[in-house]
């Protein structure tokens, strides 16, 4: 099983079903992909959509897909049940991670499960040393950044957005994490603070 299938494996247990929105950061631009039979969550304001396929539990499903603004996710507050994030190959600053989550945050019912997939430093240093070469590659411009971003606070960063981390689970060697956390009904001040930098 490749990266794809263990970080899919561990998105699909943590929630218990497949998120009906997959989200993935790229800097100043999100990718919002729904499938399932979610595409009503996208709503008219998207700019653009395409579609495509999406393949979980052997069934592969219509997905529709809205290139946005990290800040401005074409989804309906508290609709989804669950959701998962993903800045694997991906290298956005944490105003963009920031404005992302608190989407991400709004968009869930109030006992929603976010499940963030992003890069991670394997302990054992040789093995960390290879992270940097091997699929799925790490967005920098130099080695430096790229060891940087390995070590990125992904755990501490969605607690800070509002939810309560449940698990902790590194996938592909360690060099992958999926935090599972869940979405409190009293977490909405929390929220606004991190989005405006106070968290």
């Not at 979610?38 to 396929?53: D, F, I, K, Q, V």
Request: contains cysteine; hydrophobic residues 50%; proline residues 7%.
């Amino acid at each position: 099983m490749g990266w794809r299938g263990e970080t899919m494996a561990a998105i699909v247990d943590a929630p218990g079903t497949v998120p009906a929105v997959v989200i993935e950061g790229a800097g100043t631009v999100a990718w919002c992909h729904a499938a399932g039979g979610a595409t009503e969550c996208l709503l008219a304001r998207c700019r653009a959509t395409t579609s495509g396929r999406f393949r979980a539990h052997g069934r592969v499903s219509p997905v529709r897909s809205a290139r946005c603004l990290p800040e401005v996710l074409p989804l309906a507050s508290g609709a989804l049940p669950a959701v998962a994030v993903s800045f694997v190959g991906h290298a956005p600053g944490p105003v963009e991670r920031r404005a992302l989550l608190a989407e991400a945050h709004r968009a869930l019912a109030a006992d929603g499960v976010l499940a963030l997939l992003d890069h991670s430093r394997p302990r054992r240093r040789l093995v960390a040393l290879a992270a940097l070469v091997r699929r799925p590659f790490i967005a920098g411009a130099t080695p430096g950044a790229r060891w940087r971003r390995l070590a990125y606070p992904a755990a501490r960063e969605v607690q800070a957005a509002g939810f309560t981390v449940r698990r902790l689970r590194l996938v592909a060697g360690e060099r992958l994490q999926v935090v599972v956390a869940a979405k409190s009904p009293s977490s909405r001040g929390n929220a606004e603070r991190f989005l405006h930098g106070a968290g």
